[in-house]
């Protein structure tokens, strides 16, 4: 008889307040064989407080690599195994994508349980827009990538979301005051836990004093307003004589009807008047 595989399990497990479980998580972790933990101290402390006994194995940033071969090998001889991180969803700026992309390609099973993740949370609590929205997880260290992240939340019109460390808050909040302007900025600290705060002030009056800014932090970014982007788009277009507004699209392989439906849409102008400039 064919060997069935067992199931990876992604288990969300709660971001502070033990209460953030789901039935259905506790249920898992009891009915697995084994759980690939980020830290195996902190999820039995977890496991403790629920009761659950369960064989741990090891699963984090610096063994990803070999130990997802240990997983694969483990659900194709059968075994159900629940993955989770230290907080939160696994996966979301923590270990678990390997994994799950490694078990996809074998066709082994992925079932996802859901629960807190701290983005979603700081997100919907910061009052900004939740239509669309940027995650970014932690902005890198790294000056040439760092800037390249910056420049990403300088144009996006998209609510940001970012983590960060608290050794680091001040440092990222000093470089985003440089870039935000009049944005609003939101700092959703130790979420579900007895000091749950959103911090909803003026960027430079929150560095004026950082020594309150402990602990876990979301800092949540207002995207730029879709009229300040266009009128910036306009002001660009009107510095330019119709000609070269002309070689800009032209440059851009646009044939002779789009770009002057295009410059009559920047100029805010029939297209009509703009065709008749060009005959
Ligand atoms: N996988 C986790 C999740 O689903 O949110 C995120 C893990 S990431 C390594 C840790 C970062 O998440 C922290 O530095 C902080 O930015 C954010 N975070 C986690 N728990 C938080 C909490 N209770 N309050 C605010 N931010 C939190």
Redesign the pocket.
Same mark, same amino acid.
């Given at each position: 008889m064919e060997n069935k595989t067992g199931t990876l399990y992604i288990v969300?497990t709660p971001? $502070?307040n033990l209460k953030d479980i789901t039935l259905r998580a506790i249920e898992t972790l009891e009915q697995v064989d084994v759980i690939a933990a980020e830290d195996t101290r902190h999820t039995l402390k977890l496991l403790n407080h629920f009761g659950i006994s369960k064989p741990l194995i090891s699963y984090h940033r610096h063994n990803e690599e070999t130990k997802t071969d240990v997983l694969i090998e483990k659900l194709k001889r059968g075994e159900d195994i629940a993955l989770v =991180?230290d %907080? $939160?969803?696994?996966g979301?700026?923590?270990p678990g994508e390997e994994a799950i992309k490694a078990a996809i390609k074998q066709n082994i099973e992925v079932i996802t349980i859901p629960g %807190?993740?701290? =983005?979603i949370q %700081?997100l919907i609590g910061s009052g900004l827009d939740t239509s669309e929205f940027t995650f970014l997880g932690f902005l890198p260290t790294n000056k040439k990538n760092r800037k390249e992240k910056l420049d990403e939340i300088t144009k996006s019109t998209k609510t940001i979301v970012i983590? @960060?460390?608290p050794h680091k808050i001040k440092e990222t909040l000093t470089d985003l005051a440089k870039i935000i302007e009049n944005r609003k900025i939101v700092i959703?600290? @130790?979420?579900?836990?007895i000091h749950e705060e959103y911090i909803r002030k003026d960027i430079n009056e929150i560095l004026q004093d950082t020594s309150n800014l402990k $602990? @876990?932090?979301?800092i949540v970014i207002q995207g730029r307003s879709k009229e300040e982007v266009e009128k910036e788009e306009q002001d660009f277009f009107e510095k330019m004589t119709l000609e070269e507004h002309y070689e800009y699209y032209n440059k851009q392989g646009l044939d002779k009807k789009e770009i002057i439906k295009k410059i009559a849409k920047d100029r805010k102008v029939h297209k009509n008047e703009i065709y008749k400039k060009f005959i």
């Open positions: 969300a971001i $502070g =991180s %907080a $939160g969803t696994p979301i700026s923590d %807190a993740c701290a =983005s %700081a983590y @960060e460390a959703a600290r @130790e979420l579900t836990k $602990g @876990e932090m979301v």
